[in-house]
């Protein structure tokens, strides 16, 4: 997480995390993504559900597929997004479900996730 965004009005439940993400917009990662526009980078958003999944569960995990990854809308700094995150146990991991959403749905993603040997 560093100092990328921060995390708050976090609730977890039984399979489940809840939480607003508050991007910081002086991170160095916006004056490359993009220079004038900043927009927050996909491969950040996976990244995230990985994270806060890692923190909930308390393992270290890996991606071991994905089923529907959709970047539905733009993410800039301003926009602070519910993420809603859900899980089972299946086949061995994690089948994961995220849902960014800041009044629409901005980005989904499906997984299954492992733990790492």
Not at 55 to 61: D, N, T, W
Not at 69 to 97: M, N, R
Request: hydrophobic share 40%; charged share 15%.
């Amino acid at each position: 997480m560093n100092d990328f965004y921060s995390i708050s009005d976090l609730t977890t439940g039984d399979g489940s995390i809840t939480c607003k993400a508050v991007f910081n917009p002086e991170h160095q990662i916006f004056s490359g993504h993009f220079p004038g526009q900043p927009v927050v980078p996909g491969v950040c958003m996976m990244q995230m559900v990985k994270e806060l999944l890692q923190q909930q569960l308390g393992k270290q995990l890996f991606v071991r597929s994905t089923g529907q990854v959709k970047f539905l809308q733009l993410i800039t700094p301003e926009v602070a997004p519910q993420i809603t995150i859900t899980w089972k146990i299946q086949d061995g991991g994690y089948q994961v479900s995220a849902v960014f959403n800041s009044e629409r749905d901005l980005f989904k993603l499906t997984g299954l996730y492992e733990t790492k040997a």
